[in-house]
């Protein structure tokens, strides 16, 4: 048994930007569960009014904000625009399909997230950059490796 919020024992990574980026990129990752089914459970938090880096979710995913509150910008990848903010407070669930798009980005407060990933080819997501090339791949592989 884990408890989310009383959370030190858990094995955080965390993700910088640096200067390839023009927006604060400040957020970290706790793998809870990953099953070679493709079924896969991860604890986010973001830094205060900082993002995760842009990308494509190649999985179906479920997330539930656990405290703070989660900014998702969606992007239009031909034109790079902006189409959309939703803003999700503590409390919230939603669920998406393979393919969404977007950025996160933490309230001023941070935001603490649990996503429940089902990727049965093995692709969780790719990070891209403003152009909408792929940077890298997040694979089942790579964190069955890591559990």
């Known amino acids: ?52 880096h842009f990308h494509r979710h190649t999985a179906e995913v479920s997330s539930t904000v656990l405290g703070g509150e989660l ?28 393919g969404d798009i977007h950025m996160e980005k933490a309230g001023p407060n941070g935001a603490l997230v649990l996503f429940n990933l089902y990727a049965p080819e093995g692709v969780l997501a790719e990070s891209l950059n403003q152009d909408g090339s792929v940077i890298r791949q997040a694979t089942l592989e790579q964190l069955l490796k890591k559990a």
């Open 71 to 98: 900014h998702v910008i969606d992007i239009d990848l031909v034109s790079g625009e902006e189409i959309g903010t939703k803003i999700r407070k503590a409390g919230d669930y939603a669920h998406k399909e393979p």
């Open 1 to 52: 048994m884990i408890n989310l919020y009383q959370n030190q024992n858990l094995k955080w990574k965390r993700f910088q930007g640096g200067d390839d980026f023009d927006y604060p990129i400040d957020y970290s990752a706790a793998l809870l569960n990953a099953n070679e089914d493709g079924h896969v459970n991860i604890l986010y938090r973001w830094e205060p009014n900082c993002y995760c």
